[in-house]
């Protein structure tokens, strides 16, 4: 099982971008998809967490109204907007059996793409 997460980049603040997950090497109709990030100094936090089959779909309050979870096939979406500087981090995508906003309670990890908001 492989999670190959990409899209990050340099924004503006109120800026928009969004960081893609394809999912390789297993059939994922019974996972659920997570995005996690990470800022500098700081422990991983929950974003976002979709149901793959049945679209139930969760947020974080802090990115609730601005990011936007959604899945295609094999790919999970991460639309980020109204970006602000305090959502600068590594973000990471994640696979696991059900919806959790726990890191622990997900199998599989991507290697991270980098979002950085300036001021």
């Known amino acids: 099982v492989q999670l190959q997460a990409s899209g990050g980049g340099l924004v503006q603040a109120g800026g928009s971008l969004r960081p893609s997950c394809v999912a390789s090497?297993?059939?994922?109709?019974?996972?659920?998809m997570g995005w996690f990030r990470q800022a500098p100094g700081k422990e991983r936090e929950f974003v976002a967490t979709?149901?793959?089959?049945?679209?139930t779909r969760f947020y974080s309050d802090s990115v609730k109204s601005r990011f936007t979870i959604s899945r295609d096939n094999a790919t999970v979406y991460l639309q980020m907007n109204s970006l602000k500087p305090e959502d600068t981090a590594v973000y990471y995508c994640?696979?696991?059996?059900?919806?959790?906003?726990?890191?622990?309670?997900?199998?599989?990890w991507g290697q991270g793409t980098l979002v950085t908001v300036s001021s």
């Open positions: 994640a696979a696991g059996p059900f919806i959790s906003i726990r890191g622990a309670d997900y199998d599989y």
């Open positions: 090497g297993s059939t994922f109709s019974e996972y659920a």
């Open positions: 979709i149901k793959w089959s049945g679209g």
